[in-house]
């Protein structure tokens, strides 16, 4: 009975977005088109498929690597920020997860937290004179209009189940992908390269023209209270204690394994959760049941318990820190992000 109803109501959810997309793409819903290049990272699914890496990555390739092509560009990251107060500036411990490792990872970016995307791009031109505009998870928010589509898809589940919300994890169905410019499948080393090969032809099945690249998350080193850092060589064979609150926690558990580490224990939450100091002290809790040697989070829930870790706290408290590597597709991904922003930048 259960799954009857949520196919019902998955065949609500797609007569509604069927319509929503029909009305944008005829032009009868308007798109608002500003004085500035618009690139939007979004999915097709819910859950983590990576956008954040990629957000961050894309910030910085603007800023630095194409400085001498394009010449002066101020970029602003744009995002709905979830359960979060605004103009996030370097005291982040009162904003949302997303916003405050953009805030961290992109000091010379400014990021603009507004749910409407329109108006934040309107603030971000007008106080800070931005001209490029980085909109984080806007695949499906149409009213701004952007001059380029890249879509994350997590190699790991890349495409819901093949069911729409809520019986599965499509907000759009994948035929959506014709709209998009640029894929980045993202996590491949978690899957076989035959999986991968089979994501990038039906990728291009629903659109022939888009360009497709490969990437990871590729750990860099672990982080802890006053930014000491724990190399990769170092975590290896230690037994980690590990915990998380994000849209996909395996994915991150699986790394911690691949690191050569051993998985003493782990405590998965809500993606999003609330941390409070009593959480934190469950954790330690465990962790010291499990005879771990440190305790591991990501840098999205390190943002809402770094408050409360000290380096003399006993066992050890750290963020696996991460950073996108492309596999293939980086060349023709940079090259259509460097056209675009020649065609609107003077």
């Known amino acids: 009975m259960l799954r009857c109803l949520l196919r019902a109501a998955a065949v609500g959810y797609g007569i509604a977005v069927g319509v929503r997309n029909f009305l944008y793409s005829r032009g009868w819903l308007k798109a608002h088109r500003i004085d500035a290049a ?5 999915n097709i699914t819910a859950g983590g ?3 954040t890496p990629l957000v961050i990555w894309l910030c910085k390739t603007i800023i630095s690597d194409f400085k001498s092509q394009i010449g002066d560009r101020k970029c602003a990251i744009l995002t709905r920020g979830y ?6 500036g370097p005291e982040t411990r009162h904003y949302s997860d997303e916003v405050a490792i953009f805030a961290q990872s992109c000091p010379e970016a400014k990021v603009i937290v507004n749910p ?9 031109i007008a106080k800070f004179g931005a001209n490029v505009l980085i909109m984080d998870d806007g695949f499906q928010h149409r009213r701004l209009a952007r001059d380029l589509d890249i879509v994350a898809v997590d190699a ?6 093949g069911k729409l919300l809520p019986a599965g994890l499509l907000r759009e169905p994948p035929a959506s992908l014709k709209r ?15 999986e991968v090969d089979a994501i990038e032809k039906r990728l291009l099945a629903a659109n022939p023209n888009i360009v497709v690249a490969r990437s990871i998350h590729r750990p860099v080193c672990a982080r802890s209270a006053d930014n000491q850092e724990v190399s990769l060589g170092e975590l290896k064979g230690r037994k980690v204690f590990a915990f998380c609150g994000i849209g996909n926690p395996d994915a991150f558990l699986s790394s911690i394994g691949n690191l050569g580490a051993e998985l003493a224990g782990s405590k998965v939450y809500d993606d999003h959760y609330h941390y409070t100091q009593q959480s934190l002290a469950d954790i330690r809790a465990q962790a010291e049941a499990s005879e771990a040697d440190i305790i591991l989070t990501t840098q999205k829930d390190w943002t809402k318990v770094s408050g409360w870790a000290r380096s003399d706290d006993g066992l050890p408290l750290a963020y696996l820190a991460i950073e996108i590597k492309f596999l293939a597709g980086q060349d023709r991904l940079t090259s259509l992000i460097e056209k675009t922003l020649a065609g609107r930048i003077s």
């Open 156 to 161: 790991t589940e890349p495409f819901g189940y």
């Open 38 to 42: 618009v690139i939007s990272i979004g």
């Open 116 to 124: 409407d995307r329109v108006a934040g791009a309107a603030e971000a």
């Open 180 to 194: 998009a410019d640029a894929v980045v499948i993202t996590r491949c080393d978690q899957v076989q390269k035959a």
């Open 49 to 51: 498929t990576g956008k």
């Open 83 to 88: 359960k979060a107060a605004k103009d996030a």
